[in-house]
């Protein structure tokens, strides 16, 4: 599953400091000073100076080895570069000097589900999920990991947990489409799907399997529409040859006559 479906969290304690040269002359605690570096590093980050911002975490830990955020923001640096054992190693140096951190937790059982670890990612969001009762994402992941391991019951419990708690976390509102799917219940299906895109239009999986349920339902103005929502959105992806067939073969029925469906 794709980094984007998980959703990292990225957690700042900015706490009134804001950069080194305002300290300039100055004598700083150094908890104060590695957060201080620990916030210019969060700036490199977003700047996408990722070997800058690795710099300046690791020195944020080497003045103050009890700073939590930084172990966790070096973690999420690992994770995006798919580096998940290494991600996985600075999350739990988060978590056992702020064990009370939801946001922790739910990293590092996200890490887990990268690894596909799916007893352990399960555990990690339970404890999430007890830490902070009405964390949507961390119901959102849970219920997608019970997908995965053919748990319905739980997956649509949780799933639909997350829509309750955030209704548009269009994640949520995909992974029920995918869940319905599995069960055979394609209206249900359509309709999650479609929400997903209304929240979200930039989504592009939501877009192919849209288009596929109306392809099968013989609505090939929508299928051709969402196939090529799909092909704009992610030319390069899984599914682009799969949408560039569908729309050859469904455009050539139609211009053929009324057919129920492209062969």
Same mark, same amino acid.
């Given at each position: 599953?794709?980094?984007?479906?998980?959703?990292?969290? #990225?957690?700042?304690?900015?706490?009134?400091?804001?950069?080194?040269?305002?300290?300039? !002359?100055?004598? *700083?605690?150094?908890?104060?000073?590695?957060?201080?570096?620990?916030?210019?590093?969060?700036?490199?980050?977003?700047? !996408?100076?990722?070997?800058?911002?690795?710099?300046?975490?690791?020195?944020?830990? !080497?003045?103050?080895?009890?700073?939590?955020?930084?172990?966790?923001?070096?973690?999420? =640096?690992?994770?995006?570069?798919?580096? #998940?054992?290494?991600?996985?190693?600075?999350?739990?140096?988060?978590?056992? =000097?702020?064990?009370?951190?939801?946001?922790?937790? =739910?990293? *590092?059982?996200?890490?887990?589900?990268?690894?596909?670890?799916?007893?352990?990612?399960?555990?990690?969001?339970?404890?999430? *999920?007890?830490?902070?009762?009405?964390?949507?994402?961390?119901?959102?992941?849970?219920?997608?990991?019970? %997908?995965?391991?053919?748990? %319905?019951?739980?997956?649509?419990?949780?799933?639909?947990?997350?829509?309750? *708690?955030?209704?548009?976390? #269009?994640?949520?509102?995909?992974?029920?489409?995918?869940?319905?799917?599995?069960?055979?219940?394609?209206?249900?299906?359509?309709?999650?799907?479609?929400?997903?895109?209304?929240?979200?239009?930039?989504?592009?999986?939501?877009? #192919?399997?849209?288009?596929?349920?109306?392809?099968?339902?013989?609505?090939?103005?929508?299928?051709?529409?969402?196939?090529?929502?799909?092909?704009?959105?992610?030319?390069? !992806?899984?599914?682009? =040859?799969?949408?560039?067939?569908?729309?050859?073969?469904?455009?050539?029925?139609?211009?053929?006559?009324?057919?129920?469906?492209?062969?």
């Amino acid at each position: 599953m794709k980094n984007l479906k998980k959703g990292i969290v #990225f957690v700042a304690i900015i706490a009134g400091l804001s950069s080194l040269t305002s300290y300039a !002359g100055k004598t *700083l605690e150094p908890w104060q000073e590695a957060t201080l570096l620990n916030n210019e590093a969060l700036k490199l980050e977003s700047e !996408g100076k990722v070997v800058e911002a690795k710099a300046k975490y690791e020195a944020a830990i !080497g003045i103050d080895p009890t700073l939590a955020i930084a172990f966790s923001n070096l973690g999420n =640096l690992h994770f995006q570069e798919n580096e #998940f054992k290494k991600a996985e190693n600075f999350f739990k140096k988060a978590i056992r =000097l702020k064990p009370e951190t939801a946001a922790f937790h =739910l990293n *590092l059982a996200n890490t887990y589900y990268a690894q596909k670890h799916y007893d352990e990612a399960i555990a990690e969001y339970e404890v999430t *999920l007890k830490l902070d009762s009405e964390n949507a994402l961390a119901e959102n992941n849970l219920g997608d990991t019970y %997908l995965l391991k053919g748990i %319905l019951s739980l997956a649509e419990h949780h799933l639909n947990r997350a829509v309750r *708690l955030n209704p548009e976390l #269009f994640l949520a509102h995909y992974n029920l489409g995918e869940l319905y799917v599995t069960q055979g219940e394609m209206s249900k299906a359509r309709t999650s799907y479609e929400q997903a895109i209304k929240i979200n239009p930039m989504y592009a999986d939501a877009h #192919f399997k849209l288009a596929k349920i109306y392809e099968d339902e013989y609505n090939p103005t929508q299928a051709l529409r969402h196939y090529g929502s799909y092909l704009s959105l992610n030319r390069k !992806g899984d599914n682009a =040859l799969e949408a560039a067939m569908r729309i050859k073969s469904i455009s050539a029925a139609m211009k053929q006559g009324p057919k129920k469906k492209a062969g």
